[in-house]
């Protein structure tokens, strides 16, 4: 089963607040994710890391940042929140190497800006 | 670039009918394919993937897949649809960039069971 967390689940905030979302995996993988998800919408990559102190941006421009100063912990920050940054946010983890490793899936932050 | 094509939004079957989801894949190299299903809010859940070898992937839950490499597709199936079925399946193709595993989703098919 897989072990990846976030927290919180979900969040409701108001214009220029500064959030951080969490995400952590206890499965020692090296390369982590994350998506953003709209409803109805596919997944898009915004974020991504190889290993520690590795961040690189995705396919989707996000005005997001993230940090991976620990293996088990990649989160993400929003200096100032806007209602288009209104969205699901999913992080995932896999092994490196094989291309057909899983991507393992956390279960999601709900993040509404007011 | 690669790119995942899912046919229908959404598709409603009855309970103990076939289930039938469709997903077509451009890639100018073999792609790994993988079905993932998500519920109500939770994250994504991989049900089977498809690399090398056999073209016929079985999963979880009963599900299985199909490769046909002449047609570009990965068509999802179960023979017979549970109430638990009820949820979002997205297919996504791997994509690799600079040695890293990038997967490429689909729009997502959300499934509906009626009794």
């Known amino acids: 089963e897989a072990d990846i967390y976030q927290t919180p689940r979900y969040l409701v905030i108001g214009t220029g607040k500064k959030i951080t979302l969490e995400c952590s995996q206890t499965m020692g993988h090296d390369k982590m994710y994350w998506y953003q998800q709209d409803p109805g919408m596919e997944l898009h990559l915004i974020h991504y890391?190889?290993?520690?102190?590795?961040?690189e941006k995705g396919d989707l421009s996000s005005e997001s940042t993230v940090s991976r100063i620990r293996t088990e912990h990649f989160p993400l920050t929003l200096e100032s929140a806007r209602p288009s940054h209104t969205s699901q946010y999913l992080c995932?983890?896999?092994?490196?190497?094989?291309?057909?490793?899983?991507?393992?899936f956390g279960p999601g932050t709900r993040l509404t800006v007011l | 670039a690669q790119s995942v094509t899912q046919l229908g939004s959404h598709v409603s079957v009855s309970e103990g009918a076939l289930v039938l989801l469709r997903c077509n894949y451009s890639s100018s190299v073999p792609p790994y394919l993988f079905w993932y299903v998500q519920y109500p809010n939770q994250g994504l859940q991989l049900l089977l993937k498809?690399?090398?070898?056999?073209?016929l992937v079985k999963g979880i839950n009963g599900f299985e897949a199909e490769f046909k490499k002449s047609e570009t597709s990965f068509h999802l199936t179960k023979p017979s649809a549970h109430m638990s079925d009820a949820a979002e399946y997205f297919c996504?193709?791997?994509?690799?960039?600079?040695?890293?595993?990038?997967?490429?989703f689909g729009t997502g098919t959300r499934l509906l069971v009626s009794p």
């Open positions: 996504a193709v791997s994509e690799r960039n600079t040695g890293f595993q990038k997967l490429v």
């Open positions: 498809y690399t090398t070898g056999a073209t």
């Open positions: 995932a983890s896999s092994q490196e190497g094989d291309l057909g490793y899983e991507q393992f």
């Open positions: 890391s190889y290993g520690v102190n590795s961040t």
